[in-house]
């Protein structure tokens, strides 16, 4: 007996996936594209829903701007919706609002179809623009604009802001002020794939909204909280980004969202105090004889308040909160295999998670034969674009009393650095090098 043939899959009664451009006010149109199949974005976030590559058409009397373009892959899909609405001759501009691949996947091909179209791009974005164009660039007419310049369309308007690295440091940000309606970008993003497009029609996305400002921004901190003040005083009508959801239900409620994702949780942790964490590992008790030492030494500067944490009796991620509130960090290991310890490594790694830039860091840590673990250490929290003012301390074996008065000393002056008691100043990296 034969066995039975599956029963087809019924098709599904419901196309979420719009076939043309989208009207978002008329005259302005979503002519983006949809990849509901992407299952990692840039290799360092997971987008189990997919994603979009958001494109707008914007019409004026004078002439149509194209802002932003999308993925290499979708451009057909792009080039589709955007014919849908508009003439290559009637493009008279194309603002690139961020040059990252997603969205300049079909700059070359809408540029050879509409030549005559003016590239706007941020002070940072020209150089990119040109490494992408290639030989290709002096055909265009390709310029910069910044904060405070518009480009009038006829009837509309593109009024530009720069606000860079949020997430490169090509990032800007367009406004069509007659319709309020501002294009971000990467900014406001959410990997979310769902082809209704506006956030009042698609399914549940905030876990999207807050997991992509978590991979994406949370480094970025500052810059993104510069950004909000720019365009915080808005009349926002529509906050359309450049992934996922097209953003026109209370839009200020979006830019509250980010003006508390942009404030770090624990920030007032420490009251009116500057905030030193100390996390080490210890593999024989040396360091952590050192840690408590240089615990002790900070303490003793008022206005500095100290924590110390055992790494082997803690998990990383738990930390990331309180380390993003700090004022500094130091970080103890030893040296086992010529290397600073695995729990420690995965500290620094996630370090990149969180604006380090300007925290004060140092590191110490005790040896046996060959005391690299510092140093590299050092290395790492100088590549975070920390600052350290004081080289890192090392200790042969076990601290007899001098080597933890000078943990002491050592604690006493990364504290004083933080009240700014201390002449402020940065350890050279050869110094580093050639210890
Ligand atoms: Fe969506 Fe930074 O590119």
Same mark, same amino acid.
């Given at each position: 007996?034969?066995?039975?043939?599956?029963?087809?899959?019924?098709?599904?009664?419901?196309?979420?996936?719009?076939?043309?451009?989208?009207?978002?006010? #008329?005259? $302005?149109?979503?002519?983006?594209?949809?990849?509901?199949?992407? /299952? =990692?974005?840039?290799?360092?976030?997971?987008?189990?829903?997919?994603?979009?590559?958001?494109?707008?058409?914007?019409?004026?009397?004078?002439?149509?701007?194209?802002? +932003?373009?999308?993925?290499?892959?979708?451009?057909?899909?792009?080039?589709?919706?955007?014919?849908?609405?508009?003439?290559? +001759?009637?493009?008279?501009?194309?603002?690139?609002?961020?040059?990252? #691949?997603?969205?300049?996947?079909?700059?070359?091909?809408?540029?050879?179809?509409?030549? &005559?179209?003016?590239?706007?791009? =941020?002070?940072?974005?020209?150089? $990119?623009? /040109?490494?992408?164009?290639?030989?290709?660039?002096?055909?265009?007419?390709?310029?910069?604009?910044?904060?405070?310049?518009?480009?009038?369309?006829?009837?509309?308007?593109?009024?530009?802001?720069?606000?860079?690295?949020?997430?490169?440091?090509?990032? &800007?940000?367009?406004?069509?002020?007659?319709?309020?309606?501002?294009?971000?970008?990467?900014?406001?993003?959410?990997?979310?794939?769902?082809?209704?497009?506006? +956030?009042?029609?698609?399914?549940?996305?905030?876990?999207?909204?807050?997991?992509?400002?978590?991979?994406?921004?949370?480094?970025?901190?500052?810059?993104? %909280?510069?950004?909000?003040?720019?365009?915080? #005083?808005?009349?926002?009508?529509?906050?359309?980004? =450049?992934?996922?959801?097209?953003? *026109?239900?209370?839009?200020?409620?979006?830019?509250? &969202?980010? *003006?508390?994702?942009? =404030?770090?949780?624990?920030? +007032?942790?420490?009251?009116?105090?500057?905030?030193?964490?100390?996390?080490?590992?210890?593999?024989?008790?040396?360091?952590?004889?050192? %840690?408590?030492?240089?615990?002790?030494?900070?303490?003793?500067?008022?206005?500095?308040?100290?924590?110390?944490?055992?790494?082997?009796?803690?998990?990383?991620?738990?930390?990331?909160?309180?380390?993003?509130?700090?004022?500094?960090?130091?970080?103890?290991?030893?040296? $086992?295999?010529?290397?600073?310890?695995?729990?420690?490594?995965?500290?620094?790694?996630?370090?990149?998670?969180?604006?380090?830039?300007?925290?004060?860091?140092?590191?110490?840590?005790?040896?046996?034969?060959?005391?690299?673990?510092?140093?590299?250490?050092?290395? *790492?929290?100088?590549?975070?674009?920390? /600052?350290?003012?004081?080289?890192?301390?090392?200790?042969?074996?076990?601290?007899?009393?001098?080597?933890?008065?000078?943990?002491?000393?050592?604690?006493?002056?990364?504290?004083?650095?933080?009240?700014?008691?201390? &002449?402020?100043?940065? $350890?050279?990296?050869?110094?580093?090098?050639?210890?």
């Amino acid at each position: 007996m034969s066995a039975p043939s599956p029963a087809p899959i019924p098709a599904s009664p419901l196309s979420l996936r719009p076939d043309g451009p989208v009207e978002i006010v #008329p005259g $302005i149109h979503w002519i983006g594209a949809l990849d509901p199949g992407l /299952r =990692s974005f840039d290799v360092i976030m997971k987008t189990a829903n997919g994603t979009t590559y958001n494109a707008y058409a914007v019409r004026g009397t004078d002439g149509v701007a194209v802002i +932003d373009t999308v993925d290499r892959a979708c451009a057909a899909e792009f080039l589709a919706r955007l014919e849908a609405v508009a003439r290559y +001759d009637e493009i008279t501009v194309l603002v690139l609002n961020h040059l990252e #691949p997603d969205h300049t996947g079909a700059v070359h091909e809408l540029l050879r179809r509409a030549p &005559q179209a003016h590239v706007l791009v =941020s002070p940072r974005g020209m150089q $990119i623009l /040109r490494a992408l164009l290639g030989d290709e660039a002096d055909r265009y007419r390709i310029s910069a604009v910044k904060t405070g310049d518009s480009i009038p369309l006829g009837g509309r308007s593109l009024r530009f802001f720069t606000t860079p690295n949020v997430h490169w440091p090509d990032t &800007q940000c367009t406004w069509v002020e007659e319709d309020g309606i501002l294009f971000t970008c990467d900014l406001f993003g959410s990997h979310y794939c769902d082809g209704r497009l506006f +956030d009042d029609l698609v399914g549940d996305f905030r876990f999207c909204f807050e997991y992509y400002y978590d991979r994406l921004m949370r480094p970025f901190r500052s810059f993104v %909280a510069a950004a909000l003040d720019l365009i915080e #005083p808005l009349d926002i009508a529509v906050i359309a980004p =450049s992934h996922g959801p097209i953003l *026109r239900t209370r839009p200020r409620d979006y830019l509250r &969202q980010y *003006r508390r994702l942009t =404030s770090p949780r624990f920030a +007032d942790a420490a009251g009116t105090d500057r905030s030193l964490l100390i996390f080490y590992v210890s593999a024989h008790g040396a360091t952590g004889q050192m %840690a408590r030492a240089i615990e002790a030494g900070a303490a003793e500067e008022p206005g500095v308040r100290v924590s110390l944490f055992d790494l082997e009796g803690g998990e990383i991620a738990p930390f990331i909160d309180l380390i993003e509130g700090a004022d500094g960090i130091v970080l103890g290991t030893p040296t $086992i295999n010529g290397d600073a310890v695995r729990t420690i490594w995965d500290l620094l790694v996630t370090l990149g998670d969180v604006e380090t830039r300007g925290k004060l860091g140092a590191a110490f840590g005790s040896y046996g034969w060959s005391g690299e673990a510092v140093r590299l250490v050092e290395a *790492r929290l100088q590549a975070l674009k920390m /600052r350290l003012p004081e080289p890192g301390l090392r200790v042969k074996f076990h601290p007899n009393e001098a080597d933890l008065d000078e943990a002491r000393a050592f604690g006493v002056r990364l504290a004083q650095h933080l009240t700014g008691r201390a &002449q402020p100043r940065e $350890i050279d990296f050869a110094d580093l090098a050639a210890r």
